[in-house]
């Protein structure tokens, strides 16, 4: 999920569509607080939640799905690490975020919690089914 939408161009994180990788659904849309809370149900007790809250529902957002081999891991290696002071240059966060609170990009960090996520963002319907043609080649 893309928050940056204020900050930067969405074609931005479009662009590092990893080869063994593809886009199954991209939402743009405006998250209500509701929804949000959902999302973030598991940081509902810290400190930086009604801000993470204001922030996420100031304004669009880009809501992605990603398939393909590895993909949780490779994208998360591409995101970089959640606090963007930890974050390598040349990853997402380490390019364009400045605090925790405002990371910009949420990635999924494990198969279970992409399937809530998908669940909780995306209708069954909106998500394609597809394989791209290399993907036979690449990943055996």
């Keep these: 999920m893309l928050s940056g939408v204020n900050i930067m161009d969405v074609d931005t994180i479009c662009q590092r569509e990893l080869i ?7 939402s743009s849309m405006q998250a209500d607080e509701d929804l949000l809370r959902q999302h973030y149900c598991d940081l509902k007790d810290l400190a930086f939640f009604p801000g993470l809250l204001s922030f996420m529902s100031s304004g669009p957002l880009v809501a992605m799905v990603w398939e393909g081999f590895n993909v949780i891991k ?5 995101l970089g690490k959640t606090n963007p002071i930890d974050s390598n240059p040349g990853t997402i966060r380490g390019d364009f975020c400045v605090q925790v609170v405002r990371n910009i990009i949420h990635g999924s960090d494990s198969v279970e919690s992409a399937n809530t996520e998908i669940n909780l963002w995306f209708n069954p319907e909106e998500i394609c089914d597809y394989t791209k043609c290399q993907d036979s080649w690449l990943n055996g």
């Design 74 to 78: 490779t994208g998360r290696v591409m």
């Design 20 to 26: 063994c990788s593809c886009f199954v659904c991209l």
